[in-house]
C-alpha cells in the first residue's frame, strides 16, 4: 500500500506501543469523522491525524475489527476513564 511516507530512516521516527482497545476505537474514530470538521490550530494536526489513520490501516488486526469488537473496545476504553 503507497502510503507517501518517507522511507524508514529518511525521517527520524518514533515507536508507539498502545493497548489494542485503544488502537480500535481511534482507528474506528478516524474512519468516521470528517477531518475538515475537526478543529485545528495548525494544518500539521490535520496530517498527522492522517497519518495516524494510515498507519492504523496497515495494522489489518485493527482494521478488520467487527462491530462488536469495536463496541468492546469502545467499553474497555471508557471504562478505563471512570466513565
Known sequence: MET????FGAVPTVDVRMWRSDAIVLFDWLM?????TVPITHPAQKQA???????LEE???VMESTA???AAAQGEVAGDTGR
Open 4 to 7: 507517501g511516507f518517507p522511507p
Open 32 to 36: 468516521t469523522i470528517d477531518l475538515s
Open 49 to 55: 491525524m492522517a497519518d495516524l489513520l494510515a498507519r
Open 59 to 61: 495494522t489489518g488486526d
Open 68 to 70: 462488536d469488537e469495536i
